[in-house]
């Protein structure tokens, strides 16, 4: 068989680390599929690993506006499957108006359907964008003759509002590259931590609305009034201008309190990865993920985590790591407090998180996936 991969709007980010980690780990003759064709513009192309039974279809509308990209998507990746004898059609990126069939789609977007979490943008394009994406992913879905969700809370979410066979859905998690492994430290006790070495608090991800770095940094701010060492580390891109207003007003207001926090906007992965050996704990604060893989990787870093009790998080993390509202700054502080107060409970906690984290592998979601799309494929011919 002939798998075809639509990777018309995969540009950047975790899609496209999925798509490349996916292809990498994947042994697709074990399903009896020959050959796998990916048609993407170039950038995208060019991180993918060669493979002998890997076509890599570069097509220069894929290298235009996203008018281009859907106008591509929507009239010509059906006829070049077709002509390319496709058996199946991959669509990771979740949204499809072609007429190809059969084809697989993939949720790896839950914002557009948390009603909450849209309406943290207001009045804005931002939620207008949002709300067309619900439109059209569920559209998808509901054509689709299977969807990969990437967690059980993800496809609950989706299905509790739209009719949709849960026959034709599957679950399978992302993966964790072996690069972020690191087994967990010696713990250091509380008594160790002075202003001269503070406990090093790291947390990753982009800012945004529904990541609430500012609450994170009120409560450190509470905690540094009661003279507890600690330092924030915060990795990520200013995307969104209204959190980083939110967060540069709470910067501001920490100063007051001696708050020290490290914010690294560009950083390159050999850096990223000192900071992780570096720090103490981590600290993740999002309210919407479709999977968590930030999490995940941090799971598989050795560090102790305090975690938003939202969305996916729990199910990723189970009971290694110390939950707590994102939305609420005391109960982050006090959640922190009892962790950096706590070293048996920190050295309980990053063995159990690294175990955990064990269960997640790019092999393992290879070989998931490739067995949903021969299922589906067969499926269709009885």
Request: some cysteine; glycine content about 6%; aromatic content about 12%.
């Amino acid at each position: 068989m002939i798998l075809g991969i639509d990777a018309s709007n995969i540009r950047g980010g975790g899609g496209v680390t999925h798509l490349v980690e996916l292809l990498r780990a994947a042994e697709p003759k074990k399903f009896d599929f020959e050959k796998v064709i990916v048609w993407g513009g170039s950038e995208t192309l060019a991180k993918l690993d060669e493979k002998p039974w890997l076509k890599k279809e570069a097509v220069s509308f894929l290298d235009k506006s996203l008018f281009h990209r859907i106008f591509w998507q929507k009239f010509k990746l059906s006829e070049v499957s077709t002509k390319s004898k496709c058996n199946l059609l991959f669509i990771p990126g979740g949204s499809f108006s072609g007429k190809f069939i059969p084809f697989v789609t993939m949720n790896q977007n839950l914002l557009p359907f948390e009603l909450k979490e849209i309406l943290r943008y207001g009045f804005s394009k931002e939620t207008l964008r949002l709300f067309l994406l619900r439109i059209i992913q569920s559209r998808t879905f509901g054509r689709a003759d299977g969807i990969i969700f990437l967690t059980n809370y993800a496809r609950k979410k989706v299905l509790d509002q739209f009719s949709i066979n849960i026959s034709k859905t599957t679950i399978i998690n992302h993966g964790i590259n072996l690069k972020f492994f690191n087994a967990p430290r010696v713990q250091r006790s509380y008594s160790d931590f002075i202003s001269e070495s503070p406990s090093k608090i790291l947390y990753v991800s982009f800012i945004g609305e529904y990541k609430h770095q500012w609450k994170v940094v009120e409560a450190m701010s509470i905690l540094k009034k009661e003279n507890i060492p600690l330092e924030l580390i915060l990795v990520g891109d200013l995307i969104e201008k209204s959190a980083s207003k939110k967060l540069q007003n709470s910067i501001q207001v920490s100063d007051k309190t001696g708050l020290i926090v490290r914010h690294y906007e560009k950083i390159s992965y050999e850096d990223i990865q000192k900071l992780y050996l570096q720090a103490d704990l981590f600290i993740f604060a999002s309210s919407c993920e479709t999977f968590g893989q930030i999490l995940t990787e941090a799971m598989a870093s050795g560090l102790p985590i305090v975690c938003s009790s939202l969305s996916a998080m729990p199910e990723l993390l189970g009971k290694s790591g110390v939950y707590f509202n994102p939305e609420n700054s005391d109960e982050i502080a006090q959640k922190v407090k009892n962790l950096i107060e706590n070293k048996e409970l920190r050295r309980k906690l990053s063995q159990d998180a690294f175990e955990q984290s064990k269960n997640f592998s790019w092999e393992k979601c290879a070989n998931e996936t490739f067995h949903f799309f021969y299922s589906t494929v067969y499926s269709q011919k009885k």
